[in-house]
């Protein structure tokens, strides 16, 4: 079974950083064209943060540039979203999706809160 699942997800303050990760099942990786970090805050459209392909090439939205960092490790087959000097409008769930030729997956979301 095709899967991704996220996970890093928690409370933190202010200013504080977390790091999600999003780990792929291994007969995918191989065939993943893209894997984006999606967030949806309640209340609000999910909108897409970050992305990364399959050669390395990276993408942010606006609002996390210069704060956000995407990288995967084709060892461990995950995708890392490595986030900085959070903000409380950075609270929501984030989702991870991956995308081959023929499927799109979606993990089931990790909770980030960043409390003021």
């Known amino acids: 079974q095709v899967q991704v699942a996220e996970s890093g997800g928690g409370l933190v303050q202010a200013g504080g950083s977390l790091r999600l990760a999003c780990a792929a099942s291994g007969s995918i990786f191989r065939s993943i064209l893209i894997i984006k970090w999606y967030r949806q805050a309640p209340g609000k459209q999910r909108e897409l943060v970050a992305s990364?392909?399959?050669?390395?090439?990276?993408n942010y939205a606006d609002s996390v540039k210069g704060r956000y960092t995407i990288s995967k490790d084709n060892v461990e087959n995950t995708v890392y979203l490595q986030m900085n000097r959070l903000k409380p409008e950075d609270t929501a769930v984030y989702y991870c999706?991956?995308?081959?030729?023929?499927?799109?997956?979606w993990g089931q979301g990790t909770q980030v809160t960043v409390s003021s």
């Open positions: 990364i392909t399959s050669g390395g090439t990276t």
């Open positions: 999706n991956a995308v081959t030729a023929g499927l799109v997956v």
